[in-house]
T-cell receptor, first 115, second 111 residues
Framework: NAGVMQNPRHLVRRRGQEARLRCSPMKGHSHVYWYRQLPEEGLKFMVYLQKENIIDESGMPKERFSAEFPKEGPSILRIQQVVRGDSAAYFC?????????????FGPGTRLTVT | TQLLEQSPQFLSIQEGENLTVYCNSS?????LQWYRQEPGEGPVLLVTVVTGGEVKKLKRLTFQFGDARKDSSLHITAAQPGDTGLYLCAGPDTGRRALTFGSGTRLQVQP
């Protein structure tokens, strides 16, 4: 069983560029979550999506950040015009459609560095 | 937003010792999850506790959920160097799926 997959694992962007982070949930999981972990800080929720729907984006900055989970393909977290403060580890998690749907399984993360 | 506080923040012990780490809140959680995270990797789910007073065992790890579902503990018996890592507790905010994470306990087990 493949786990949650994220790519790229490491991403370097210059200030002002765009960053695109991809996440493929575990097989059988239709709920996707994005979290951010700043250096020396805890994990903070950003957004929760189901296929073609954003369910909860209360943790996502209002500007420059967007997320989608299309009918086909991976979930994408997009950061436009990146700034140095966006440097962090971004984790995607997924949870099952039924059963223990509150259990979230995390991917290995994408480490974004803004230079 | 519900808060989770973990203690201690850091713990360095010798192989073979026992230890307990704590996760506390003033809020009630419908469930709590414990994760372990190693450097450069994502958190790995260890266990979920759902019922107040519940005790779950995973080899040398024992997890307990408080009766009032406001706190949890993780006890490790005869710690080994492979137990080294960041231990995180997390729980869903009321009525939401978003997880609130504690700041973690960083455990180092010396051989």
């Amino acid at each position: 069983n493949a786990g949650v997959m994220q790519n790229p694992r490491h991403l370097v962007r210059r200030r002002g560029q765009e960053a695109r982070l991809r996440c493929s949930p575990m097989k059988g999981h239709s709920h996707v979550y994005w979290y951010r972990q700043l250096p020396e800080e805890g994990l903070k929720f950003m957004v929760y999506l189901q296929k073609e729907n954003i369910i909860d984006e209360s943790g996502m900055p209002k500007e420059r950040f967007s997320a989608e989970f299309p009918k086909e393909g991976p979930s994408i977290l997009r950061i436009q015009q990146v700034v140095r403060g966006d440097s962090a580890a971004y984790f995607c998690a997924s949870s099952p459609t039924g059963g223990a749907s509150y259990e979230q399984y995390f991917g290995p993360g994408t480490r974004l560095t803004v230079t | 937003t519900q808060l989770l506080e973990q203690s201690p923040q850091f713990l360095s012990i010798q192989e073979g010792e026992n230890l307990t780490v704590y996760c506390n809140s003033s809020s009630v959680f419908s469930s709590l999850q414990w994760y372990r995270q190693e450097p450069g990797e994502g958190p790995v789910l260890l266990v979920t506790v759902v019922t107040g007073g519940e005790v779950k065992k995973l080899k040398r790890l024992t997890f307990q959920f408080g009766d009032a579902r406001k706190d949890s503990s993780l006890h490790i018996t005869a710690a080994q160097p492979g137990d080294t890592g960041l231990y995180l507790c997390a729980g869903p905010d009321t009525g939401r799926r978003a997880l609130t994470f504690g700041s973690g306990t960083r455990l180092q087990v010396q051989p």
